[in-house]
């Protein structure tokens, strides 16, 4: 049943790519003849040189106002199918890219994977990807899609929509909402003291058998890539070595983490912010809460994005929706039901959230140059035995 | 008879098509542009292999000593209620290794559901099950079955004679097992050791749920993580060497084992026991299948009620239980479309490439799965764009590892065809095709059938390869219980195993008892 619906859709979304591609080949073919004319003008005897010019001009205005109209229908509704690829868990996203779809008639598909593995997946796909957008968690994995080239700068008025941070510098991807690395810690099990002030800090005996990590989790290695960018490859390598020498628990995403810090499992978890707030969401009463650290890479703030692949066919569409994403309905969303930073300026963040400006980022983080470190990282993370 | 021109075509297509991966991965693996020295030096893979290594050498000691155990106490003693007991043992395998590990991760995690039962006797935290002792016991429970049915099978049909004669020369019982039953059931022993011991190095859903890294994890994280696909290949690459090298061995003690010792065996009588051993088998046995079945049934269990309880919607898993029934159907209906001309050709042609794709089609039952799917997403990409994520791709995959299956159950019903049967058809002035269809596909259906029914129910438990090559809003039930399982989300996780094993264990129980004794 599903399936079929799904086929319905479908079958409206080629209904709605043949009707744009009849006003493309109008176009094609108003040019086409214009050309021709052109031609004949030219083998033409001298005489007839007034003739040819004229030719010309009716061209040149045929070919605007054929331009215009399909740019004119374009515009009024966006219309096709899209498939995006979505490193953001499908219960953090489903809601907005089903009102999406819902309120624009576009028959979207989504493909759920992490950030990291779409990102080398549409890096292996090159031109032939059936993406339309690449919807992530993390800005290392836009960025690598971005070093392959395979993203098409988006509109200014797009990129204008939220902080110059959270935007690639090229324009290629554009952020979405915000995230801070933090701790998650056991309040029984854990005192404020004990706390470091930077990620550095947790080589320390007094943690030993206490941490948990995800190493597998995009938003970890963006931040291993950012500590190799400011603090260099060897120090980093030794702390994550020391950190698997002093005894952890592997955990294969972050939730888990702040699950088992609620459970009493584990006393300090490496996480992305929301998931705590989640947690205490649901229940206030839970003895988890988050640190934020002072400085550093552990402290960083990081934008979720998203950019449209220059492979689409689709554009006009991808582009809709990721202004969407920055509609004050889906900033909403992600502020009060998935507890991130809403990006776009007005929205009022969720009460749960810290300030944004209390968070002490490393400042000017250059996402593109970070992303040039991530292969790096992960292969620092396997070598370190995680 | 020679064999028909088309007969020959089709089933060579057939043949260059599922021998494509293990060539793309081997011609990818020979023209690495690095050193194969800095693979060893940057990613960790001795330390893979020799995980890989040390799970395959202890699951199938431990799988051989339990079946073993389990078929000498069911065959050779008297034991009241042995066939009972013998189905309540067998029925472990129809739990894929992923959901076993699913119900052991979640009730012995060190806070999980045991802790929480037993916390008013002072329970407060225990070490939990994880790593490779998870892996080890999980498969070890999973897999014992499989020794359990093919040794079980031959230890009735054997000869006593021997034995009668050594316990005349003065040997005690365990004498003459340990010196006379077992070394002569040598090749059913290393068959279905090895058949086990590629179901370990396959195993992508039990390790990774336990977190052992072995080299099907570490591809798959791998493919998660990298953006260069050199390590992906190189460990599949040395997977599929490693399972055809085991796969060989297997297939040629396989062929020892059909040679069988001709007129009737004398069968041994069954021993009687004291009451004490009676009690001390009785109890190992109820261990056993604790393990192996009550425990894991009563943790799905508990989980569902608790999801239901919560209100988790049953939505949430149809659109799982719908994919899983349609890719599923559509590679049982290949699979027979598929096996079919090459069904004929080995069994009614006896000819040189006949024989070479009998041998080579079977020997694919043991390629790992996500070393397929990852040959077949690399394929698809670099030069077949356009079945990529597609039900196509997906289905060639499927097929290229569960064929044999398929194969295996229709040769048997194809035995029932004899050559005068056609001779005579052929006499009497009917074409190839029609004496195909009258005569032929009467007999066999059954046979195509079964292997249908088989390729389904593999198809509808596998997890690697439609992780891979899905595609996009596909959504199976494996796929369902892997991830909720990976996420900690195990009410989720249970309601998918459920209606898994509703579907599939009665079929699965049935079929492989049927097809590994003899």
């Known amino acids: 049943m599903l399936s079929m619906v799904n086929n319905n859709k479908q079958i409206k979304g080629i209904y709605f790519m043949n009707k744009k591609s009849i006003s493309l080949l109008v176009a094609c073919l108003m040019v086409f003849t214009a050309c021709a004319g052109g031609d004949a003008g030219e083998a033409g005897p001298q005489g007839e040189q007034g003739e040819k010019g004229e030719a010309g001009e009716i061209s040149q205005a045929a070919l605007d106002a054929a331009v215009e109209a399909a740019l004119a229908e374009e515009e009024a509704a966006v219309e096709g199918s899209l498939v995006i690829y979505s490193g953001r868990k499908e219960s953090l996203v489903a809601d907005v890219i089903a009102a999406f779809a819902a309120e624009t008639g576009v028959a979207v598909e989504v493909r759920y994977d992490k950030s990291a593995a779409l990102a080398g997946t549409l890096a292996l796909e090159g031109a032939i990807s059936p993406a339309d957008v690449f919807l992530s968690q993390d800005p290392i994995s836009l960025g690598v899609v971005a070093k392959e080239g395979l993203f098409d700068v988006l509109p200014a008025e797009v990129l204008d929509n939220v902080p110059a941070w959270a935007v690639d510098q090229r324009g290629y991807w554009v952020g979405t909402s915000g995230r801070s690395r933090s701790l998650v810690v056991d309040t029984r099990d854990t005192t404020d003291a004990e706390m470091p002030s930077d990620i550095y800090g947790l080589n320390d005996e007094k943690f030993r058998g206490r941490l948990g990590l995800a190493p597998g989790n995009s938003s970890f290695i963006a931040m291993v890539a950012c500590m190799i960018e400011s603090d260099g490859e060897e120090k980093v390598a030794e702390w994550l070595k020391a950190i698997n020498g002093l005894g952890y628990t592997e955990y294969p995403k972050n939730s888990p983490q702040v699950a088992a810090a609620d459970a009493g499992e584990l006393d300090i978890g490496m996480i992305n912010h929301y998931y705590t707030l989640r947690v205490l969401a649901e229940n206030g009463d839970s003895p988890v809460k988050n640190i934020y650290l002072d400085g550093g890479c552990g402290a960083m703030v990081m934008p979720a994005g998203a950019g449209v692949l220059s492979s689409s066919q689709n554009k006009p569409a991808a582009i809709a929706f990721i202004e969407y994403l920055h509609s004050t ?7 009060n039901t998935v507890f991130e930073f809403p990006l776009v300026p007005g929205i009022t963040p969720n009460a749960l959230l810290p300030e944004i400006d209390s968070l002490n980022s490393p400042e000017d983080l250059n996402w593109s140059a970070l992303a040039l470190w991530q292969e790096k990282a992960v292969e620092l993370i396997a070598k370190a035995g995680f | 008879m020679k064999t028909p021109k088309a007969l020959i075509i089709t089933n060579f297509i057939i043949l260059i098509t599922f021998l494509l991966p293990t060539f793309y991965l081997i011609w990818r693996f020979l023209t690495f542009t690095k050193s194969y020295v800095s693979f060893f030096r940057s990613w960790n893979v001795f330390d893979l292999l020799l995980n890989t290594i040390l799970l395959f050498i202890f699951v199938v ?8 155990l389990i078929s000498i106490i069911l065959v050779r003693f008297n034991i009241p209620g042995s066939k009972i007991l013998f189905t309540l043992s067998v029925l472990p395998l129809v739990i894929p290794s992923y959901i076993g590990a699913l119900t052991y991760v979640s009730a012995f995690s060190p806070k999980g559901l045991f802790v929480q039962l037993f916390s008013s006797l002072g329970i407060n935290e225990i070490a939990g099950i994880d790593g490779f002792f998870g892996s080890w016991l999980v498969l070890t429970l999973f897999t014992y079955p499989y020794v359990l049915l093919i040794c079980s099978s031959a230890l009735r049909n054997l000869d006593s004679t021997v034995e009668d004669a050594a316990r005349s020369l003065g040997k005690n019982r365990f004498n003459v097992y ?41 591809i798959y994280s791998y493919y998660e993580f990298n953006i260069n696909g050199d390590p992906v290949i190189f460990y599949s690459s040395i997977l599929i060497v490693l399972a055809l090298l085991i796969s060989f061995i297997q297939r040629g003690s396989e062929e ?11 069968i041994s009588e069954k021993t009687n026991l ?22 894991p049934i009563s943790v799905l269990s508990y989980w569902l009620i608790r999801g239901l309880s919560a209100g988790n919607s049953v939505r949430a898993v149809f659109g799982g239980v719908v994919g899983s029934l349609s890719v599923s159907l559509l590679a049982a209906l290949f699979s027979v479309i598929v096996s079919t001309p090459i069904i004929i050709m080995v069994s009614q042609y006896r000819s040189k490439f006949g024989n070479v794709l ?28 356009s079945i990529y994520q597609s039900f196509t791709a997906l289905i060639i995959s499927y097929l290229i590892v569960f064929l044999p299956q398929a194969i295996g159950a229709g040769q048997a019903s194809m035995e029932q065809v004899k050559s005068n049967y056609l001779d005579a058809s052929s006499g009497l002035g ?28 593999s198809t509808m438990k596998e997890l690697p390869q439609t992780l891979l090559l899905r595609p996009t809003g596909l959504n199976t039930m494996a796929i369902d219980i892997w991830s909720y399982a990976s996420e900690g989300l195990f009410t989720q996780a249970a309601f998918s195993s459920f209606i898994l094993l509703a579907i599939s264990a009665i079929p699965t129980y049935i079929l492989s008892t049927r097809n590994l004794t003899t």
Do not use: C, N
Request: cysteine-free; aromatic content about 12%.
């Open chain 1, 329 to 335: 309905s889906a900033q909403e969303h992600f502020t």
């Open chain 2, 61 to 68: 000691i431990s799988s051989l000593i339990l079946g073993l």
């Open chain 2, 178 to 218: 340990t010196q006379v039953v077992i070394p002569r059931l040598k090749k059913p022993i290393i068959f279905s050791g090895l058949l086990v011991g590629l179901y370990v190095i396959s195993d992508f859903g039990a390790v990774s749920l336990m977190r052992y890294s072995t080299l099907t994890k570490a």
């Open chain 2, 256 to 266: 020892a084992r059909s040679a069988k010792v001709s007129g009737t065996p004398k």
């Open chain 2, 274 to 295: 004291s009451p004490r051993s009676k009690v001390l088998i009785y109890t190992f046995l109820s261990l056993v299948i604790f393990s192996g079945l009550i425990l």
């Open chain 2, 358 to 385: 009998e041998r080579i089609m079977l020997a694919l039952y043991g390629l790992p799965h996500i070393s397929v799917g990852v040959a077949i997403l690399f394929i698809t990409i670099k030069i077949f764009p």
């Open chain 2, 430 to 457: 009917m074409s190839k095709l029609k004496s195909f269809y009258r005569i032929t596909l009467p007999l066999i259906y059954r046979g195509l059938f079964a292997g249908g029914a088989l390729v389904f129910l």
